[in-house]
């Protein structure tokens, strides 16, 4: 059974702080990885895809993927209140296969 | 941006009705799909759809049905609402093969009294 694991949280950082999200994933054959922001009451909205081992940047939000640890994080920089909401990590083998969600980490960044 | 419908957004519906939710999409993409989930919980997959004609059952059992008769249109039937229904329901699509990047649509969020 394929798995994404995400820790709960609540991650707390404070305003300006990096925050580091975690992901980790059991099917070795997984092609795509995601990062989808969802805040209270709304639908997911993808922050950065990533495809390669390595790191991925779009403005403040970096990407990192390991592949031969089955491990994608996303690192969010210069943190600011309105980062606060549950960050999804999402995984996929290609193809015509569906996405696999985790859980959710609930971020909360404080003034 | 993703072009992706929703209708309604809110619905309140007493047990027993029969109801559709609407999605609808102009992106052209080949897949689409149907997630639950409840407040604070992780998404559930119900359904999903390759194309025209083609639907299949999510990972998450569902007492609703889906049909897709139009590239553009991915509607889902409940053909007697009880309060178990209640929840949000998210609507998405992606490309074809390959295509796994999913747009997610604003959800509706039903209440069955």
């Known amino acids: 059974q394929k798995e994404v694991e995400q820790n709960s949280g609540p991650l707390s950082v404070p305003e300006g702080a990096i925050a580091s999200l975690n992901c980790t994933y059991s099917?070795?054959?997984?092609?795509?990885f995601f990062w989808y922001r969802q805040y209270s009451g709304k639908s997911p909205e993808l922050i950065m895809s990533?495809?390669?081992?390595g790191d991925k940047e779009d403005g403040r939000f970096t990407a990192q993927l390991n592949k031969a640890s089955q491990y994608v994080s996303l690192l969010i920089r210069d943190s600011q209140p309105s980062d606060s909401a549950t960050y999804l990590c999402?995984?996929?083998?290609?193809?015509?296969?569906?996405?696999?969600f985790g859980k959710g980490t609930m971020l909360l960044v404080s003034p | 941006e993703a072009d992706i419908y929703q209708t309604p957004r809110y619905l309140v519906i007493g047990t027993g009705k029969k109801i559709t939710l609407e999605c609808s999409q102009t992106?052209?993409?080949?897949?689409m799909y149907w997630y639950q989930q409840d407040p604070g919980m992780e998404l559930h997959l119900i359904h999903y759809?390759?194309?025209?004609?083609?639907?299949e059952k999510g990972d998450l059992s569902s007492e609703s049905t889906v049909s897709r008769i139009r590239t553009e249109h991915f509607p889902l039937t409940l053909e007697s609402a009880r309060p178990s229904h209640t929840s949000q329901y998210l609507c998405?699509?992606?490309?074809?093969?390959?295509?796994?990047?999913?747009?997610f649509g604003p959800g509706t969020r039903l209440t069955v009294l």
């Open positions: 998405a699509s992606s490309e074809g093969y390959g295509g796994d990047t999913q747009y």
């Open positions: 992106m052209g993409h080949d897949k």
């Open positions: 990533i495809y390669s081992n």
């Open positions: 999402a995984v996929s083998q290609g193809g015509y296969s569906t996405l696999t």
């Open positions: 099917d070795r054959v997984s092609q795509s």
């Open positions: 759809s390759y194309g025209v004609n083609s639907t």
